[in-house]
């Protein structure tokens, strides 16, 4: 659950592999979202592990040499 805004709307994509709230209320009401429904915990969780993997050292490494190759 992250705010929509920021670098945090450019990495997660709301109910894909996470949640996005502009209000205290979304944020409210997407917590409780989130302890009431464990299926989609595990849903969001493992999207957003395989979303991870796009920052890992690796990628990092292969984008900056692509940039100065």
Known sequence: VVINCGGQKEIVTDLENGLLWNTQEELIQQTK?????????????????????????????????????
């Open 33 to 69: 979202r989130l302890v009431h429904d464990e299926k989609m915990v595990q849903a969001l969780s493992n999207k957003a592990m395989i979303r991870a993997k796009d920052f890992s050292i690796d990628k990092f490494c292969e984008a900056t040499y692509n940039l100065i190759a």
